[in-house]
């Protein structure tokens, strides 16, 4: 299709173009270099959000009275959502592949401890790779802890001395709790989406309003290689912004980088082809670039509200919460997010890379059929 | 050829694969809205080919089909003997295509555009100068090389336009409304451009909705509404598709005398042409009750009376030669009747 030498030639004569314009086109270009730098900077120091209905594990070693007792405060919180009784080995699974965001550890001989009077410690295990969640999380965490002791006491009617349980909290991944170790893995994702699906998208619109578009398709230009021609200067942009995003976040922010670079490549990748079909899609549609324009944003709040990107998807409502699933921003945040802060390979992230894998061919697959057909009209 | 100046024969007939275009029941449907209704027509090579129409009656969409950036719903369309509709890549290479607004990138120069036009028909460093040299001369561009197109001038860059659709050297041209907005000057060294390429055998396929460029073209095609409704020379069309006589009104109160006609008996169409009227007359229904029925000068007699009776004395009347302007007012009438 694309393997002889005149498709080539008009593939590279079509980059060059792009290039040209893209050049001549500076506030664009200072655009999408500096807003990634600023919302770094911003999101880098601004942490406001309300963590709730955290998805929690409760290992009980202690089987006991006083153990249930614990679970039920937690239980009760609105703030924890006990979904899991892994074993002590369990939790480490559960929480590379993002299933649970906090796990609860009561070790054996608790109760005894606390009836002997003395202080018994429990694990408190956060993730730290979503820093709110992780810093508000261990912050509620001790509170119930305080309250159940607190409880403990005013029920015994005796005064003890001993303060009780005492929470160990220990954070998993990202353990200074830095926002901005969470923020730019979800930058990175959110700079592809914009750059790709939105820049491109209008590019195509534009050429089409013009008028541009319909004289290329007279000539022996095929779709395809206008489509690689188009899109391959805008996968060039987002790469450049990428680096600048990962190299602000690592030499100005220190954050650490603990992944591989073949699962970040390869999400990203599988990003990059959903936001091209999208972009293709959008323009598709659309017969001016206001319209293109509105189906963006249509596209781009939600998927920046409902991803976790900003919000964390835990303290969402739980009824709001199975929208992120159809985001495939959620997926391509999860596997940066678990790259990046947790070191996490294809197998923990297998169900993240699958679901997002099924949206880049479906989206790419349906962009491409509709494409070939209509570009032009 | 019928009365209509309409090919009839067309219909049903293969496409003729020696004609420049041969297009055969041609239909172009946008939901319910049928655009192009069936249209059949051939295009000689080496023909100035005028395709006229008022505004929306489908000429932007015919071309698209011709030119393979449309699919059509029914029909089948020969340019240069390849089939366009299935296989347009195998002719794409031969005929160039200027469109109804200008359509090289505005954020390029002169010469950029020139380069990447010239770079997608894969020509030759060496033909490359050659067809450069040629586009700047006839687009007297010379010196503005590495000007943004955003920049030229309407005129300059129709010239440039025509240049960058010409660059590959094609044997048929597509020209969709080249000459809209521009002024009467300007059209008239267009089309001196256009006879300097049809002097060198390309043909040309020209849409237009101004009446007076259709006597530029050696065959036109009137469609109105997606159907053609005449097709033949100048010549043919002015004398085939008129049986009627025209008449062409001096008079001083136009506007009265135009009311006046619109309500006389006899009288088929009534309008405005240049400062004048001219008035379609039925022969069998102006001549009823007088002597010499049918007879020009008895109807321009009868006229003459009938109108200074009615209180235009000023009024001068002639039989004309129908104009294409006639002949298309007359065609439209006819065919907006049930
Ligand atoms: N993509 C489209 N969708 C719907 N209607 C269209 C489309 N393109 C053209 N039309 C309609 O088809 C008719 C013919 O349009 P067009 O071929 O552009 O006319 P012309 O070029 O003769 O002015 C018009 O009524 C126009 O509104
Ligand atoms: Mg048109």
Known sequence: ?377 | MSADGRHEGLAGTPPNPDAALSVRGLTKRFGSFTAVDGIDFDVPRGQIFGFLGPNGSGKTTTIRMLTGTSGPDAGQALVLGEDVINHPERVKQRFGYMSQKFALFEDMTVEENLRFYAGVYDLSPDRFARQREYVLTMADLHGRENELTANLSVGWRQRLALGTATIHEPELLFLDEPTGGVDPVARRQFWDLLYDLAGRGVTLFVTTHYMDEASHCTQLAFIYRGGLIAEGSPHDIRRDAITEQVIEVSVGDVDAALDWLEREPGVEEAYLSGARLHAVIDPAAAGAGTSGAGDPAAVVADYTGRLQRAGFADATLVTVEPTLEDVFVNLVARAQQP
């Open chain 1, 1 to 377: 299709m694309i393997g002889d030498a005149q498709s080539r030639r008009r593939v590279r004569l079509l980059m060059w173009k792009e290039f040209l314009q893209l050049r001549r086109d500076p506030l664009l270009i200072r655009l999408l270099f500096v807003m990634p730098i600023l919302q770094l900077v911003l999101f880098g120091y601004v942490v406001a959000a309300d963590v709730k209905n955290l998805s929690t594990a409760v290992v009980d070693l202690d089987a006991t009275s006083t153990s249930r007792a614990l679970e039920a405060h937690f239980t009760a919180s609105d703030y924890f959502n006990v979904t899991e009784h892994p074993s002590e080995d369990g939790v480490q699974q559960l929480m590379d592949t993002s299933r649970i965001a906090i796990a609860i550890v009561i070790p054996a001989g608790t109760q005894a401890a606390l009836d002997r009077g003395e202080t018994a410690p429990i694990g408190v295990v956060v993730d730290g790779s979503d820093s709110q969640v992780a810093s508000v999380g261990s912050g509620y965490a001790a509170q119930v802890i305080a309250r159940f002791n607190a409880e403990r006491m005013a029920n015994s009617g005796v005064v003890v001395a001993a303060p009780g349980i005492d929470a160990r909290v220990r954070v998993m991944f990202n353990p200074t709790l830095a926002a901005v170790n969470t923020m730019i893995p979800g930058l990175v994702a959110a700079i592809v989406m914009i750059s790709i699906m939105a820049v491109m998208g209008q590019a195509v619109v534009k050429e089409r309003e013009r008028g541009t578009l319909e004289q290329m398709f007279v000539t022996p230009i095929k779709p395809v290689e206008y489509l690689i021609g188009k899109v391959t200067p805008y996968a060039l942009l987002a790469t450049a912004q990428l680096l600048l995003v990962a190299g602000v976040g690592v030499f100005w922010f220190k954050v650490p980088f603990a992944g591989q670079i073949s699962v970040v490549a390869a999400g990203l990748g599988l990003f990059m082809l959903t936001s091209i079909g999208l972009g293709l899609l959008i323009s598709l549609v659309s017969h001016t670039r206001q319209q293109a324009q509105q189906l963006m944003m249509l596209l781009l709040l939600p998927s920046f509200v409902l991803s976790g990107f900003i919000f964390p998807i835990d303290s969402m409502p739980a009824a709001i919460q199975p929208l992120s699933w159809f985001i495939p921003l959620t997926w391509a945040i999860e596997i940066l997010r678990g790259a990046f802060i947790k070191g996490s390979g294809f197998e923990a992230l297998s169900t993240q890379f699958w679901v997002l894998g099924v949206f880049a061919v479906v989206i790419f697959g349906a962009a491409i059929a509709a494409t070939r057909r209509r570009l032009a009209e």
